[in-house]
Nanobody
């Protein structure tokens, strides 16, 4: 059974940083494309960032561009989301997802597996 487990969320002040991690339970999923999405209360799920299986291609949503960095370490079965200059509007549950396909994976329906999410709260 494939599981994606996120960690690293928490409470941080505006302007601070957090690094989220997402580990895969199955080795083969480590080589899937990975993405991060987020959902704030009362809002639709939003694309944050994605990375292809090699790590050479990345994509970012408008809210993440210039502040967040997605990376991966396939040897550790882990993908990361480094979030800097955090703002209160970044407050949301952040989800990791894995997709067994190529292309520009900015849509959630293209992903095959999802984690349970980790809460990020940014105080003003």
């Amino acid at each position: 059974q494939v599981q994606l487990v996120e960690s690293g969320g928490g409470l941080v002040q505006a302007g601070g940083s957090l690094r989220l991690s997402c580990s895969a339970s199955v080795r083969t999923v480590s080589y899937y494309a990975k993405g991060w999405f987020r959902q704030a209360p009362g809002k639709e799920r939003e694309f944050v960032a994605a990375i292809n299986w090699t790590g050479y291609s990345t994509w970012y949503g408008d809210s993440a561009e210039g502040r967040f960095t997605i990376s991966r370490d396939n040897a550790k079965n882990t993908v990361y989301l480094q979030m800097n200059s955090l703002k209160p509007e970044d407050t949301a549950v952040y989800y990791c997802a894995a997709a067994d396909r190529g292309g520009t994976l900015i849509r959630g329906d293209l992903y095959d597996y999802w984690g349970q999410g980790t809460q990020v709260t940014v105080s003003s």
